[in-house]
Structure formats: C-alpha cells, structure tokens
C-alpha cells in the first residue's frame, strides 16, 4: 500500500518566520494530497489541498507543492502566528486499495510569539 | 447542521468488553472510513466502505468490525477490548472521486477510548 513520511516530527518557528513541513509518498497512483490542521483535542480540519494534475496551490498564508516526478510535496506556512501552533498532517490518497487515504505521521508546529 | 458526527465522545470500559461507537455523515457521501489516533498523534486508516467494498487494513484486529447500516451510517464494533485499544477514534467520510471531482475528507469529532 502507500507508505506517506513526513519531516520534520516538531519545529519551532518565531512569529512572523516561515514554516516548511514535507512529505514524500510511494504510491505514483496517488492522485490527491490533502493538508489537515489538527489542535489539541479536536478533530483533523482541511486546511489546504493538491491534486496530481496541479503543480502549486496558494490559499492566504498557506502554499502548497507538488513534485510528482519525485513523490514529494511540502507545505508552506508564511507570517506564522500563534494560532498557527497545532498539529499538521498531510495524507495522500490512492485510487489502490478503495481510494484510501494514507496519513504522515504529524508535525507539532509551535509559533513562538 | 453537523456534517460528521459521532457518538459517545467518550468511552470508559473495562477490559473484555463488548463496546460500539456510532458515527453519522449527512453530506450525502458514499465512502466512510475509521481511523485510529494512538497516543503519539499517528493517525491509522482502519476501515474505508462505500456501497460497493469494505477495505480492511491488514493490521486491524478481527475484533474490530465495521457495520454500516445505510450509506449515512458506519458504526464501529469492539470485541474483547484490550488495553491497547485506549485510543480517539475518527469517523470521516468523503465522496468516491477521481481527479476532477470534490475529494475533501470531512472528519467526526472523535471518541475518546479508555479501557481500564
């Protein structure tokens, strides 16, 4: 099945630095890459997606890129604030196995003010 | 108007135990999925059902049984339950799509699980 790593397990940023969280997939069948926001204690919320045809997202404050060739893609969070600080996962869905979604295993992202 | 919703959010029980956790969607999905969120934040795909399959992950216990009652529901059953069932529980859905349809997954509140 897809096996989806995502780097770096905690990261630190002060408020108004950039914040770049990656995450390599091995499925080339994946044909869409959500990014989820999860705060302590609450459910994952959608903060941001790509699918394959598309190489760049851009939503506000929050980029995301796609590097098919190389079964990558990373999210970028600009002028971060404190209410950044939470937990991101990304995920890749493949049409494989019921089209399931495969999650990274999180970044901890504190903004520190 | 709650999209994903689940019940209980929290679930004590003993070990042993027979215990369900009920999730409803009422956006009009056709796919529901099950994931588990261990202590270190991982989030594990259980189950993903749509009208047509059931896709069961390779790693999860026989004890652990999906039961969808109609396309809105997909209800979770635990037999045994063990100490290392302690976990939240999600309940998500979405629509079964391809490139040029809407893919995003909505997520339930999660339910707590504590087994003593």
């Known amino acids: 099945g897809e096996n989806v790593e995502q780097h770096p397990s905690t990261l630190s940023v002060q408020e108004g630095d950039s914040a770049v969280i990656k995450c390599t997939y091995s499925?080339?069948?994946?044909?869409?890459f959500p990014w989820y926001k999860q705060e302590l204690g609450k459910r994952p919320q959608l903060i941001i997606d790509?699918?394959?045809?598309?190489g760049e997202k851009k939503d506000q404050r929050i980029a995301v890129t796609l590097n098919k060739t190389a079964k990558h893609f990373s999210l970028h969070i600009t002028e971060t604030q404190p209410e950044d600080s939470a937990v991101y996962f990304c995920?890749?869905?493949?049409?494989?196995?019921?089209?399931?979604?495969?999650f990274g295993t999180g970044t901890s992202l504190t903004v520190i003010p | 108007d709650t999209a994903v919703s689940q019940t209980p959010k929290y679930l004590v029980t003993q070990m042993g135990n027979d215990k369900s956790i009920k999730c409803e969607q009422n956006?009009?999905?056709?796919?529901m999925y099950w994931y588990k969120q261990d202590s270190k934040k991982f989030l594990k795909i259980m189950f993903s059902?749509?009208?047509?399959?059931?896709?069961i992950n390779e790693t999860v216990p026989n004890r652990f049984s999906p039961k969808s009652p109609d396309k809105a529901h997909l209800n979770l059953h635990i037999n045994s339950l063990e100490l290392g069932d302690s976990a939240v529980y999600f309940c998500?859905?979405?629509?079964?799509?391809?490139?040029?349809?809407?893919?995003?997954?909505?997520f339930g509140p999660g339910t707590r699980l504590t087994v003593l």
């Open positions: 998500a859905s979405s629509l079964l799509a391809g490139l040029s349809s809407y893919n995003e997954q909505f």
């Open positions: 956006l009009g999905h056709d796919t």
């Open positions: 995920a890749a869905r493949t049409p494989r196995n019921g089209n399931q979604f495969y």
């Open positions: 499925d080339s069948a994946s044909n869409y």
């Open positions: 790509i699918r394959s045809n598309v």
């Open positions: 059902y749509n009208n047509k399959e059931l896709i």
